[in-house]
């Protein structure tokens, strides 16, 4: 089985701190996603990245950055939190060739005071 | 970005009741993928569709492709507590088929 995990299910941080939120899979797979997900609006796509170190926007990257230096792990970065990032943090990945499916992580819950 | 239009946007049933959700898009997709969210958790992989027509079972579950190849449907036959929880639906066309496009779920509550 696919296996996503990512390193903290729950966060509380201040506002003006820089948060990490870490995911590792261990398919191999190419694909590594992170979506942001808010009651009534759904899973929002932050940043994807196909390859180590390739990386593309999604549908709302507006103050996060990712880092994908190895392919097994995929960091979501907040420079500089913000009350209306207190959301659940969903990270994903997907093989080349596997049919899109796409296979989630438990998902991390930040909260910023 | 676009999104999927998934209907209905929640549903309180009895249990042993049949329940029925369905996605459209504006646009052809190649694949459509249904998943289930439970309380607290990430999405899980219920069944992937592939071909226009394609009627797949997984237990209890049955999705199809729709022939005009906008739109899916989850059927859930004789429903149980643990149904409880939010489907999504999710497409992706040729044009992209890493960016998936998402519905905004279905969320379901059975009455024991």
């Known amino acids: 089985d696919v296996k996503v995990t990512q390193s903290s299910r729950y966060l509380v941080k201040r506002t003006g701190e820089k948060v990490f939120l870490e995911c590792v899979q261990d398919m191999d797979h190419e694909n590594m996603f992170w979506y942001r997900q808010d009651p009534g609006l759904g899973l929002r796509l932050i940043y994807f990245s196909y390859d180590v170190k390739m990386k593309e926007k999604g549908d709302i990257p507006e103050g996060y950055s990712v880092s994908r230096e190895k392919k097994e792990r995929f960091s979501l970065i907040l420079e500089s939190a913000s009350t209306n990032q207190t959301s659940m943090y969903l990270c994903?990945?997907?093989?080349?060739?596997?049919?899109?499916?796409?296979?989630f992580g438990e998902g991390s819950w930040l909260t910023v005071v | 970005g676009q999104q999927l239009n998934q209907s209905p946007q929640s549903m309180f049933i009895q249990e042993g009741e049949d329940v029925s959700m369905n996605c459209t898009s504006s646009s052809i997709f190649n694949t459509w993928l249904w998943y289930k969210q439970d309380p607290g958790e990430g999405p899980v992989l219920l069944i992937a569709l592939y071909k226009a027509g394609e009627l797949t079972s997984n237990g209890r579950l049955t999705a199809q492709f729709g022939i005009t190849r906008k739109d899916s449907f989850l059927n859930i036959s004789a429903s149980i507590p643990s149904d409880v929880g939010i489907y999504f639906c999710a497409g992706s066309n040729a044009g992209n088929n890493r960016k998936l496009i998402w519905g905004l779920g279905t969320s379901l509550a059975v009455n024991p």
């Open positions: 994903a990945s997907m093989g080349q060739g596997s049919g899109n499916t796409i296979y």
